[in-house]
């Protein structure tokens, strides 16, 4: 059975320590770090299958260290655990891509959860990638595999959500699709903050296909979005 791979960032000496043994037992393998650098530092040298970070912390905070290993590696899932209640906390992590956003105190078993559904969510789309054909779209060359999107010779960078987006959507082009049904199949939750997060990659995509005036995804109020390929 594979054991995956956890990064801990927990600046919190008796929080993190009952965590990172929770998770062992639960049979992970948790690389716990006490601040944000040492977290860095921890991410450049192994392999992860997730990251759960603090945002507050010493040296270097949760959003900063999140910032800095999407640099590396655009496709890492991760999850915000904060004490801090601030609406535009949760929202500027979700802007960063974290896949959740969990505010202390939680139940540790909720994070077991959420971390076993980041995953699995993680290996599914993990077999879409091995197919490691491009699609054509528009004008653009979309290679779920390698997380590319290629307009001519430029080449943007993907994340995981965003490959899993544009796939959902291009597999329903020209359709209108209510906003449930997106975030239900992309996000696994239609809540307020999954909805928000929404917004901001449906905002990025935008920017990506702009080269090509033939693809627009328009939104119609109250019901929905269409992904335009004319």
Known sequence: ????????????????????????????????????????????????????????????????????????????????????????????????????????????????????????????????KLKDETIVIGKYKFNSRRLELIFNEDVQQLTEKEVELILFLFQHKNQMLKREEILKAVWKNDDYFSGRSMDVFISRLRKYFKQDTSITIESSRGIGLEFKVR
């Open 1 to 128: 059975m594979q054991k995956f791979e956890i990064l801990l960032a927990e600046d919190d000496m008796d929080f993190g320590n009952i965590l990172k043994q929770y998770l062992e037992m639960l049979g992970y393998h948790v690389t716990w770090a006490k601040n944000g650098v040492e977290a860095l530092a921890f991410f450049k040298e192994n392999n992860y299958h997730i990251c759960v970070l603090d945002v507050m912390m010493p040296k270097m905070d949760g959003f900063t260290l999140a910032e800095t290993i999407i640099g590396i590696k655009p496709e890492i899932p991760f999850i915000f655990l904060t004490a801090r209640k601030l609406k535009e906390d949760k929202i500027k992590g979700l802007k960063l891509g974290a896949d959740d956003y969990i505010v202390k105190p939680f139940d540790a078993d909720e994070l077991v959860l959420r971390i076993k559904n980041i995953i699995r969510r993680s290996i599914n789309s993990g077999t879409v």
